[in-house]
T-cell receptor, first 117, second 113 residues
Framework: NAGVMQNPRHLVRRRGQEARLRCSPM?????VYWYRQLPEEGLKFMVY????????ESGMPKERFSAEFPKEGPSILRIQQVVRGDSAAYFC???????????????FGPGTRLTVL | EDQVTQSPEALRLQEGESSSLNCSYT??????LFWYRQDPGKGPEFLFTLYSAGEEKEKERLKATLTKKESFLHITAPKPEDSATYLC??????????????FGIGTKLQVIP
């Protein structure tokens, strides 16, 4: 299965700990997006990355949250000093190389469910 | 700010009872509209992309249509396995030069045997 992979699928952290969420895009995809989903709410955009570049982080909280997509390896969403309000499902999506003016479909991974105790 | 509104929020159908889900949007310069299906505890699964008003796409019991202000997802003779949350999303150019996607909250469909 060459789909988007995320791990871990479930993550439990205590308040104040760090959470690291990983995303491997589909084969051939060089664009990664992170979204957060709360119960009964829609998917909220957090950050858009290409290899070694953050393109748009307008949806990501300024403090405690960071994201990277290194030249080698998966994309990482890091949440430092987690609080109970960070509990949510975090989804990663990927798309192929984007040509200006075209439409590119985003394909989603299974998500990581973060629970902060 | 781009808005995507889906209705109804929840829909309960008897097996075989056809219906439609609505997605209305306010976005300048729409480039594409997407439909996804999401099962509980899973990630959204891509269904359709629509590019321009008048376009239609079909897949099994599902047909998506697009106008200048809204999109419909028609479900013909649904089966229990069609039960899921259906998400609508729109893509439009933003000032950063790439095309941002905005999602609606979704319609939760339940098909009763």
């Amino acid at each position: 299965n060459a789909g988007v992979m995320q791990n871990p699928r479930h993550l439990v952290r205590r308040r104040g700990q760090e959470a690291r969420l990983r995303c491997s895009p589909m084969k051939g995809h060089s664009h990664v997006y992170w979204y957060r989903q709360l119960p009964e709410e829609g998917l909220k955009f957090m950050v858009y990355l290409q290899k070694e570049n953050i393109i748009d982080e307008s949806g990501m909280p300024k403090e405690r949250f960071s994201a990277e997509f290194p030249k080698e390896g998966p994309s990482i969403l890091r949440i430092q000093q987690v609080v109970r309000g960070d509990s949510a499902a975090y989804f990663c999506a990927s798309s192929p190389r984007i040509t200006r003016g075209t439409v590119d479909t985003q394909y989603f991974g299974p998500g990581t469910r973060l629970t902060v105790l | 700010e781009d808005q995507v509104t889906q209705s109804p929020e929840a829909l309960r159908l008897q097996e075989g009872e056809s219906s439609s889900l609505n997605c209305s949007y306010t976005v300048s310069g729409l480039r594409g509209l997407f439909w996804y299906r999401q099962d509980p505890g899973k990630g959204p699964e891509f269904l359709f992309t629509l590019y321009s008003a008048g376009e239609e796409k079909e897949k099994e019991r599902l047909k998506a249509t697009l106008t200048k202000k809204e999109s419909f997802l028609h479900i013909t003779a649904p089966k229990p396995e069609d039960s899921a949350t259906y998400l609508c999303a729109v893509q439009n150019p933003n000032s950063g030069g790439y095309q941002k996607v905005t999602f609606g909250i979704g319609t939760k469909l339940q098909v009763i045997p």
